[in-house]
């Protein structure tokens, strides 16, 4: 069976950085599992679907047939053969992903999606149950975390970076919104937002990319 590497964590904390710096380390496919929701969100906003709507969002899901391709050293899925970009990252999908994301049956089937991916090749997925419920059975499970005003710099140097934001973007408003995905994340009812258990717990605060991914890797099990 191909080997996965869970990295969990809380918006802001490096997941994405990190898992893509040590996917090139090992040569291992790099998953990112917050696209899946946001695929979802967004093929439900142009289908009408109301995204708030949890019995709704379940029949939709039924309707999303997945696809995998590699491409630049990640693992992509693809809903109905459409491949999503920039897409994605819109405002407009930025409001609406929460709920869909906190929908337990949307959890069901993405999480059904993420485990055929093992099928693909050795992966690393980051994300926010993936440790906990995706691959509880991965040797390999990481937490990774920040303080929070260190992740609102970090989240607001990258969308600034970006040109998202608007006018009225500062770091104060960032770290509002970070922390209420934190509470929207630990407070949900299905597959929410903790340490799995058994897991291997990295503080970023105060430690460079290169810093963290060396600690994951000298703390990466024989696998």
């Not at 291992?28 to 967004?42: E, I, K, M, N, Q």
């Not at 093929?43 to 379940?58: I, T």
């Not at 975390?145 to 040109?163: F, I, L, M, Q, V």
Request: proline content about 5%; glycine content about 8%; charged content about 25%.
């Amino acid at each position: 069976m191909n080997t996965v590497i869970c990295i969990d964590g809380p918006a802001g904390a490096g997941k994405s950085t990190v898992a893509k710096a040590i996917a090139k380390a090992l040569g291992y496919l790099y998953v990112d599992s917050g696209s899946f929701y946001r695929a979802v969100t967004w093929h439900a906003m142009q289908a009408g679907v109301d995204c708030a709507d949890a019995e709704a969002m379940a029949a939709f899901c039924q309707t999303l047939v997945p696809s995998f391709i590699k491409r630049d050293g990640a693992l992509i899925c693809l809903l109905n053969g459409r491949e999503l970009k920039e897409e994605i990252r819109t405002p407009e999908v930025n409001a609406n992903v929460s709920p869909v994301a906190t929908a337990p049956k949307v959890r069901q089937c993405v999480t059904q999606w993420l485990r055929a991916m093992r099928d693909e090749g050795d992966i690393i997925v980051e994300g926010r149950d993936i440790g906990s419920v995706v691959f509880p059975d991965s040797p390999a499970r990481f937490y990774i975390d920040a303080d929070p005003d260190e992740r609102a710099r970090r989240r607001h140097r990258e969308e600034t970076a970006k040109g998202m934001g608007g006018g009225d973007h500062s770091e104060e408003k960032v770290k509002a919104s970070l922390l209420n995905r934190d509470r929207i994340d630990s407070s949900r009812a299905t597959a929410p937002l903790t340490v799995p258990s058994g897991a291997t717990v990295i503080d970023t605060t105060r430690l460079d990319i290169p810093a963290v991914v060396a600690a994951i890797l000298s703390h990466l099990p024989k696998m």
